[in-house]
């Protein structure tokens, strides 16, 4: 086994005493007795023949349950050398060498930092799963930049499933585009989500109709994403809405109400007349608004949509269509601005009306604010022969 420890510092703690020696006479400086046991398990593992996986698996398992009780840091010769161990076998060439270290040490919140974070970024599943899913020892920087790396699936989905994940880690999976492990998060009580990052979830639900309900059973979900979640007319996400202890009799009516129109919408006398011309007639009446707008595009209305976005920005309806079928991000936040309506209204028009991917969606700032300055989206305007 001497590839395990080439270059390392002869373990001096692991030398036994005299067998001559009387009790009295050993050494009695704090860490003897698992000095021994780490010396001996490396010495059954040498005597048993270090190129037997199977004895290095067993090592791997024998070295993580002496971790607890090794001095931190690798502070002394004893922990070096265990740690170094541990460094090689967690790059062994056998699969199932690895598997066993990674499944012994997932659990040890004392667990080496550079053994975790080599088995985390393992290319097999069965070695990194269970370390990114339930090591504690894994600092929030590793997982961040694993996330960054766009690794495969399984990945985020099983660092989707942690016990605990901060903001920071929340808001990078949320934003990392893989559907599957956005909806753990979202079913994930531990996670911390930020008010933003729900604002953003809830409009690219309009993709995601499996994230509704979860969305609607978030711990502390805010009174008005709840209630943009009734938009989508989806009678089990209202129906768990409506079922949240957490909301007072006022945001329970005001949802029920926000379904019972946008159900009124599709049933009106006048829903034969095409979209364009109820657009115009509502035009006509001042009633043009957001709340129409939204109700529109729960029932994904989308003639009614670009009618009412030529009506109200004053620019030609081949315009419109121009700027929703480039799924420019940008130039669809300027024209709902030029529109007279909200950030709230362009992420909903960005995601249902010109059919933008989450990933690429303009995001409000601070959760209600034009990312955009004004000359910033006059110039986006102009690209499409949009004056002042």
Request: hydrophobic share 45%; aromatic share 4%.
């Amino acid at each position: 086994m001497d590839y395990l420890f080439a270059g390392s510092p002869e373990p001096e703690p692991l030398q036994a005493a005299p067998p001559s020696a009387p009790p009295s006479a050993l050494p009695s400086a704090p860490g003897r007795g698992i000095a021994r046991q780490v010396g001996d398990v490396l010495v059954e593992s040498r005597l048993a023949g270090m190129g037997d996986a199977d004895v290095r698996s067993t090592l791997a398992g024998k070295l993580c349950r002496l971790l607890p009780d090794l001095p931190p840091g690798g502070a002394d010769t004893v922990s070096t050398v265990a740690i170094r161990a541990l460094e090689q076998l967690a790059r062994d060439h056998i699969v199932r060498v690895r598997e066993a270290l990674a499944t012994a040490i997932k659990d040890i919140a004392c667990a080496p930092p550079s053994v975790v974070a080599t088995l985390a970024r393992d290319v097999e599943r069965t070695v990194a799963e269970p370390v990114l899913r339930c090591c504690a020892a894994l600092s929030d920087e590793d997982l961040l930049d694993i996330v960054a790396a766009a690794p495969a699936g399984w990945a985020l989905s099983a660092i989707a499933r942690r016990h605990s994940i901060g903001v920071a880690l929340s808001d990078a999976i949320a934003g990392s585009g893989h559907a599957e492990a956005t909806g753990i998060l979202l079913d994930n009580s531990g996670a911390v989500i930020a008010e933003p990052t729900l604002e953003s979830l809830v409009e690219r639900s309009a993709h995601h109709p499996d994230w509704r309900e979860k969305l609607a059973r978030r711990p502390a979900l805010p009174r008005r994403l709840a209630l943009r979640l009734a938009d989508f007319v989806d009678l089990a996400v209202v129906e768990t809405l409506r079922r949240r202890p957490d909301f007072d009799d006022a945001t329970v009516a005001e949802i029920a109400a926000t379904t019972r129109r946008r159900i009124d919408w599709a049933e009106a006398p006048d829903s034969a007349e095409s979209p364009e011309r109820r657009a115009v007639r509502l035009h006509r009446l001042g009633k043009l608004d957001e709340t129409a707008l939204g109700d529109a595009m729960s029932w994904n209305e989308a003639g009614f949509v670009r009618a009412a976005l030529t009506l109200r920005a004053r620019v030609a309806p081949e315009v419109v269509d121009l700027i929703l079928d480039a799924h420019d991000p940008q130039a669809v936040t300027a024209l709902v601005w030029r529109a007279g309506l909200s950030m709230r209204c362009a992420m909903q028009i960005q995601a249902r009306a010109a059919g933008i991917r989450p990933r690429a969606m303009l995001n409000a700032r601070q959760g209600s604010g034009f990312p955009l300055s004004s000359a910033e989206m006059a110039r986006h305007l102009e690209r499409y022969g949009i004056g002042p």
